[in-house]
């Protein structure tokens, strides 16, 4: 059979063969047992659904394994023949396409170069994933292939419930994930309900088809290890020798040494898979790998003293390395963590002085002593941090649920008040005040044809863009405009394209916008094909996140999450091509709630007019939440946005003299 044709056969009628479990693939670990007997049943009922009953007594033994081995059940004996990445559009069959577009962006999410566990269809985090198993991944392809735009697609938590009638403005897809009742958002309610097959974790990305490989993040980690760079330094220095330290070379927290190179420091990146960390040096992620700790110090202190941009792996874990440099009298000069500590019993965070195999067998059959072991790790984390910012080391959370964890384990981590942490998180002391409060968060795009020509030829467009912007942005933006412009005229050079060629920059809702009107006018011209608009949903107004994006709110409503469904509710009828809303993200299940969006450009007019008014809500509806408690920045942005749209009327909030309180 043609790709086409597999695609379009969607759950076959006569079975495949059984496929071996390949080893060289880097596998999702054990999950728990957490399911009674009478679940495990029902759990098998629920895959079983997916089939003509001719088949479920062939298949219920071996669901039965795999639920038994692995703690899920995958159906690895669907996955597809074909080779797994974003196709040019052209390739995919269907009647729209939009959602040919759709099907290219869930296809790179599941590329095995891009692809945290590509076989268990987990794009990043250990647990973010696509779809819960290869029966919906089939079908979704299917409905897909199928599609009208007079229809859209359901997705309930990873199951395509199905197409129905809709018409050309409504979104072709509309995505959930993980939207569980408030009382039920316990880790162990994840572990739970996923093993049911009933809901799924889709991380921010993932789950949403949106992510483009480490390169999403590496754009913010380098504005946040630059402007970390410029809270330390002395008399305009810069970070040539440096020292930067942190952990995990996962599917987003690999972009760290390739961030710390553009921002030209020296980075230490611990982590602790073999396997992981030599993918990221085969993709040119890393420049060195060093398995022991010894030779990790005499490599750093030449790399000191040479002022070396370097990005060096150390094959095991963290904890060794900020104990060990503490007793060398190493220092550091920026700290951080992201390993996946939304995900701590998982595989999120690995405990130390145990092997990487015996900790994940402790954690599928021993999970109380792994979890243990984690929090006595936690604790030794760090007091080791805390020796090291007492001799000057500016340490930052980055979200990924550190502190918080650490807090829950008893560690030394907390403010003198009882309440904050003794640390700020990224967002609180960078991104949010210099980036999300303007208005700036991370823009992407996709050229569809898959011709690194096309992706080349948006890069001067948004670069030209930007730079007729920046004559006259007012002065509390320049700085921002500067560090994107530096970004996308070295975003060729340093080679971040991971599956599909696609693009990120930090941009505003100005930028965003004719960006995105040049991108539509140049495909009209025919000089690029179709290209696809999105963000992370780590954003402006994408996510309420307490730990995380809204951090930086202090008003009282950071646990609130009115924002991000405010904004896919609005996207969903201003002319996004697909919607998505999540329970959890890089912070964990049940901590956040994120909203994301795609849209294809086709050189039309609509296009135009849809970018032009979701563009300019995606962003303002965050700006005006942070502007009502009172950010100084974001109120700023919104009496700016106010100036530019007349039919834009957003309440100011007055300001109480403290004296008074």
Same mark, same amino acid.
């Given at each position: 059979?043609?790709?086409?044709?597999?695609? !379009?056969?969607?759950?076959?009628?006569? !079975?495949p063969?059984?496929?071996?479990?390949?080893?060289?693939?880097n596998?999702?670990?054990?999950?728990?047992?957490?399911?009674?007997?009478?679940?495990?049943?029902?759990?098998?009922?629920?895959?079983?659904?997916?089939?003509?009953?001719?088949?479920? *007594? @062939?298949?219920?033994?071996?669901?039965?394994?795999?639920?038994?081995?692995?703690g899920?059940?995958?159906?690895?004996?669907l996955?597809?023949?074909?080779?797994?990445?974003?196709?040019?559009?052209?390739?995919?069959?269907?009647?729209?396409?939009?959602?040919?577009?759709?099907?290219?962006m869930?296809?790179?999410?599941?590329?095995?170069?891009v692809a945290?566990?590509?076989?268990?269809?987990?794009?990043?985090?250990?647990?973010?994933?696509?779809?819960?198993?290869w029966?919906?991944?089939?079908?979704?392809?299917?409905?897909?292939? @199928?599609?009208?735009?007079?229809?859209?697609?359901?997705?309930?938590?990873?199951?395509p419930?199905?197409?129905?009638?809709s018409?050309?403005?409504? =979104?072709?897809?509309?995505?959930?994930?993980?939207?569980?009742?408030?009382?039920y958002?316990?880790?162990?309610?994840?572990?739970?309900?996923?093993?049911?097959?009933?809901?799924?974790?889709?991380?921010?990305?993932a789950?949403?088809?949106?992510?483009i490989?480490?390169?999403?993040?590496?754009?913010?980690?380098?504005?946040?290890?630059?402007?970390?760079?410029?809270?330390?330094?002395r008399?305009?220095?810069?970070?040539?020798?440096?020292?930067?330290?942190?952990?995990?070379?996962?599917?987003?927290?690999?972009?760290?040494?390739?961030?710390?190179n553009?921002?030209?420091c020296?980075?230490?990146?611990?982590?602790?898979?073999?396997?992981i960390?030599?993918?990221?040096?085969?993709?040119?992620?890393?420049?060195?790998?060093?398995e022991d700790?010894?030779?990790?110090?005499?490599?750093v202190?030449?790399?000191?003293e040479?002022k070396?941009?370097?990005?060096?792996?150390? !094959?095991?874990?963290?904890?060794?390395?900020?104990?060990?440099?503490?007793?060398?009298?190493?220092?550091?000069?920026?700290?951080? /963590?992201?390993?996946?500590?939304?995900?701590?019993?998982?595989?999120?965070?690995?405990?130390?002085?145990i092997?990487?195999?015996e900790?994940?067998d402790?954690?599928?059959?021993?999970?109380?002593?792994?979890?243990? $072991?984690?929090?006595?790790?936690?604790?030794?984390?760090?007091?080791?941090?805390?020796?090291?910012?007492? $001799?000057?080391?500016?340490?930052?959370?980055y979200?990924?649920?550190?502190?918080l964890?650490?807090?829950?384990?008893?560690?030394?981590?907390?403010?003198?008040?009882?309440?904050?942490?003794?640390?700020?998180?990224?967002v609180?002391?960078?991104m949010? =005040?210099?980036?999300?409060?303007?208005?700036?968060?991370?823009?992407?795009?996709?050229?569809?044809s898959?011709? =690194?020509?096309?992706?080349a030829?948006? /890069?001067?467009?948004?670069?030209?863009?930007?730079?007729?912007?920046?004559?006259?942005?007012?002065a509390?933006?320049?700085?921002?405009?500067?560090?994107?412009?530096?970004?996308?005229?070295?975003?060729?050079?340093?080679k971040?394209?991971?599956?599909?060629q696609?693009?990120i920059?930090y941009?505003?809702?100005?930028g965003r916008?004719k960006?995105?009107?040049?991108?539509?006018?140049?495909? *009209?011209?025919?000089?690029?094909?179709?290209?696809?608009?999105?963000?992370d949903?780590?954003?402006?107004?994408g996510t309420?996140s307490?730990?995380?994006e809204?951090?930086?709110?202090?008003?009282?409503?950071?646990?609130?999450?009115?924002?991000?469904?405010h904004?896919?509710?609005?996207?969903?009828?201003?002319?996004?091509?697909?919607?998505?809303?999540?329970?959890?993200?890089?912070?964990g299940?049940?901590?956040?709630?994120n909203?994301?969006?795609?849209?294809? !450009?086709?050189?039309?007019?609509?296009?135009?007019?849809?970018?032009?008014s979701m563009?300019?809500?995606?962003?303002?509806?965050?700006?005006?939440?942070?502007?009502?408690?009172?950010?100084?920045?974001?109120?700023?942005?919104?009496?700016?946005?106010?100036?530019?749209?007349?039919?834009?009327?957003?309440?100011? =909030?007055?300001i109480?003299? /403290?004296?008074?309180?």
């Amino acid at each position: 059979m043609t790709f086409q044709e597999q695609i !379009l056969e969607g759950i076959p009628s006569v !079975l495949p063969q059984a496929k071996p479990y390949e080893s060289t693939i880097n596998h999702a670990p054990k999950r728990k047992e957490i399911l009674s007997d009478e679940e495990k049943k029902l759990a098998l009922k629920n895959a079983l659904r997916y089939f003509e009953p001719k088949h479920h *007594a @062939e298949l219920i033994k071996e669901f039965s394994e795999e639920l038994e081995t692995y703690g899920r059940i995958y159906m690895y004996r669907l996955r597809p023949d074909y080779r797994m990445y974003a196709r040019p559009i052209s390739e995919y069959p269907g009647k729209s396409e939009q959602a040919k577009a759709i099907m290219l962006m869930i296809q790179n999410n599941l590329d095995y170069a891009v692809a945290q566990h590509p076989h268990e269809l987990i794009t990043y985090g250990g647990n973010g994933a696509v779809f819960s198993n290869w029966a919906q991944y089939r079908l979704t392809m299917k409905y897909l292939a @199928e599609m009208t735009e007079e229809q859209t697609l359901v997705m309930y938590s990873g199951h395509p419930m199905g197409l129905f009638p809709s018409h050309k403005e409504a =979104p072709r897809v509309v995505v959930t994930n993980g939207m569980m009742i408030p009382n039920y958002s316990k880790p162990d309610d994840w572990e739970k309900f996923n093993a049911l097959g009933v809901t799924q974790y889709g991380q921010m990305t993932a789950g949403s088809y949106m992510y483009i490989g480490p390169q999403g993040i590496v754009h913010g980690t380098t504005i946040t290890v630059l402007n970390a760079g410029r809270k330390i330094a002395r008399n305009g220095e810069d970070l040539a020798g440096k020292l930067f330290v942190t952990s995990g070379l996962g599917g987003m927290s690999g972009a760290q040494p390739k961030a710390g190179n553009i921002a030209g420091c020296i980075t230490v990146c611990a982590e602790v898979n073999p396997k992981i960390t030599h993918i990221r040096l085969s993709q040119g992620w890393i420049n060195e790998v060093i398995e022991d700790i010894d030779a990790l110090v005499a490599r750093v202190r030449i790399a000191k003293e040479n002022k070396e941009v370097v990005s060096i792996a150390y !094959l095991g874990n963290v904890v060794d390395v900020w104990e060990r440099f503490h007793d060398e009298n190493m220092y550091i000069d920026l700290g951080s /963590d992201q390993t996946s500590l939304h995900n701590p019993w998982a595989g999120g965070y690995y405990p130390a002085g145990i092997s990487f195999e015996e900790a994940n067998d402790m954690m599928a059959n021993n999970p109380e002593l792994f979890k243990e $072991k984690v929090q006595e790790t936690l604790r030794r984390h760090a007091a080791a941090i805390n020796k090291h910012t007492a $001799k000057g080391t500016y340490f930052f959370d980055y979200g990924n649920a550190f502190l918080l964890e650490s807090s829950r384990a008893g560690a030394d981590v907390m403010a003198p008040n009882g309440i904050d942490f003794k640390y700020p998180s990224y967002v609180q002391d960078i991104m949010g =005040p210099m980036c999300f409060d303007y208005g700036f968060g991370p823009f992407r795009w996709v050229c569809t044809s898959g011709k =690194p020509e096309d992706l080349a030829n948006t /890069d001067a467009i948004a670069c030209e863009v930007l730079e007729e912007i920046m004559k006259t942005a007012p002065a509390e933006i320049q700085q921002q405009m500067a560090d994107n412009i530096r970004w996308i005229k070295g975003a060729q050079e340093n080679k971040l394209v991971v599956g599909s060629q696609a693009r990120i920059l930090y941009a505003d809702a100005e930028g965003r916008a004719k960006i995105a009107e040049a991108f539509n006018q140049a495909i *009209a011209k025919g000089e690029i094909g179709y290209v696809v608009l999105g963000r992370d949903h780590h954003d402006v107004s994408g996510t309420d996140s307490p730990y995380r994006e809204t951090s930086n709110i202090y008003d009282g409503s950071r646990f609130t999450a009115d924002m991000a469904i405010h904004n896919v509710i609005g996207d969903s009828f201003r002319g996004a091509t697909w919607v998505s809303i999540h329970n959890g993200g890089g912070v964990g299940w049940g901590e956040v709630i994120n909203g994301g969006f795609g849209m294809v !450009l086709d050189g039309t007019k609509e296009a135009s007019r849809r970018l032009e008014s979701m563009l300019f809500w995606d962003v303002n509806n965050g700006i005006a939440r942070r502007s009502w408690a009172r950010n100084e920045g974001a109120v700023f942005a919104i009496k700016r946005a106010m100036e530019t749209q007349p039919l834009l009327k957003v309440t100011i =909030p007055n300001i109480v003299d /403290d004296t008074l309180l």
